[in-house]
């Protein structure tokens, strides 16, 4: 390794060690990569604990209960094992051992969406009018009747879960589903985002221009603010430059 690109260590076992504490008394736990990331790059810890803290601590549009809600949908369908600090703050928010289990219905429907898609594929000519949608749907409205929770929640936690597996017909659906039932648009929004993490960012950015196409064709009737990101050109990425750049 060259000297170059060493990484500096000129933390010392003390600062490191306060760092981590701070940190732990901040969000009552500590995670291995909290660590790794105040001894390597303390910049980077400090700019993913600013993230982190708006992302899912500060209060936005969903409810605390609400939002572990989506949490949990998102983190049994990512099978993120470690995150049982969310059982606490469902629990700090009033909820209970049934959302729990309600949320793990929820996310195990979800896994077996797309076979619903597989029949009417290649069934669907053995079987009179079947259709996936509709099929999905009604099993879903048995399956979550006496859940208790609202079907404008019960969308955005399945848009957010069917992004983390970038299963983008079924994230399109619990969009337009969110809209039919009056969704707050900046809770839909919050939703999407708290997958970011367990899903992963490019996913969110798939789940962002699938949301933003939907506005676009008038599918939905979105909010001036949201139809003016929709309808603002340039947000192609890279390829959309490089294929600008060859037109000229």
């Not at 469902?90 to 793990?104: C, F, H, P």
């Given at each position: 390794?060259?000297?170059?690109?060493?990484?500096?260590?000129?933390?010392?076992?003390?600062?490191?060690?306060?760092n981590l504490k701070k940190l732990r008394k901040k969000?009552?736990?500590?995670?291995?990569?909290?660590?790794?990331?105040?001894?390597?790059?303390?910049?980077?810890?400090?700019?993913?604990d600013s993230t982190y803290t708006a992302l899912t601590?500060?209060?936005?549009?969903?409810?605390?209960?609400?939002?572990?809600?989506?949490?949990?949908?998102?983190?049994?369908?990512?099978?993120?094992?470690?995150?049982?600090?969310?059982?606490?703050?469902?629990?700090?928010?009033?909820?209970?051992?049934?959302?729990?289990?309600?949320?793990?219905?929820?996310?195990?429907?979800?896994?077996?969406?797309?076979?619903?898609?597989?029949?009417?594929?290649?069934?669907?000519?053995?079987?009179?009018?079947?259709?996936?949608?509709?099929?999905?749907?009604?099993?879903?409205?048995?399956?979550?009747?006496?859940?208790?929770?609202?079907?404008?929640?019960?969308?955005?936690?399945?848009?957010?879960?069917?992004?983390?597996?970038?299963?983008?017909?079924?994230?399109?659906?619990?969009?337009?589903?969110?809209?039919?039932?009056?969704?707050?648009?900046?809770?839909?929004?919050?939703?999407?985002?708290?997958?970011?993490?367990?899903?992963?960012?490019?996913?969110?950015?798939?789940?962002?221009?699938?949301?933003?196409?939907?506005?676009?064709?008038?599918?939905?009737?979105?909010?001036?603010?949201?139809?003016?990101?929709?309808?603002?050109?340039?947000?192609?990425?890279?390829?959309?430059?490089?294929?600008?750049?060859?037109?000229?």
């Amino acid at each position: 390794m060259s000297e170059k690109n060493t990484v500096p260590r000129n933390s010392s076992f003390n600062k490191v060690k306060n760092n981590l504490k701070k940190l732990r008394k901040k969000r009552g736990y500590l995670l291995p990569h909290h660590g790794l990331l105040a001894i390597s790059s303390p910049k980077l810890l400090e700019a993913y604990d600013s993230t982190y803290t708006a992302l899912t601590l500060e209060q936005r549009v969903l409810s605390e209960w609400e939002k572990e809600i989506v949490w949990l949908v998102i983190l049994i369908s990512t099978g993120e094992a470690i995150a049982t600090h969310h059982l606490d703050r469902l629990k700090r928010s009033g909820g209970s051992k049934v959302d729990v289990e309600n949320t793990l219905l929820i996310a195990a429907w979800a896994e077996g969406a797309n076979q619903h898609n597989f029949v009417e594929a290649h069934w669907g000519e053995h079987l009179d009018e079947f259709e996936a949608i509709k099929v999905y749907r009604k099993g879903l409205r048995k399956l979550t009747k006496d859940f208790g929770i609202e079907p404008w929640l019960l969308e955005v936690s399945l848009a957010a879960c069917h992004q983390c597996h970038r299963r983008w017909f079924w994230v399109r659906e619990h969009i337009l589903g969110a809209y039919k039932h009056s969704v707050d648009e900046n809770a839909l929004a919050e939703g999407l985002s708290l997958a970011m993490f367990p899903g992963g960012v490019p996913n969110f950015v798939d789940a962002c221009d699938i949301w933003k196409k939907l506005i676009a064709e008038d599918a939905v009737a979105a909010s001036e603010p949201y139809k003016a990101w929709a309808l603002m050109s340039g947000q192609g990425g890279f390829d959309e430059v490089v294929r600008a750049s060859k037109k000229q």
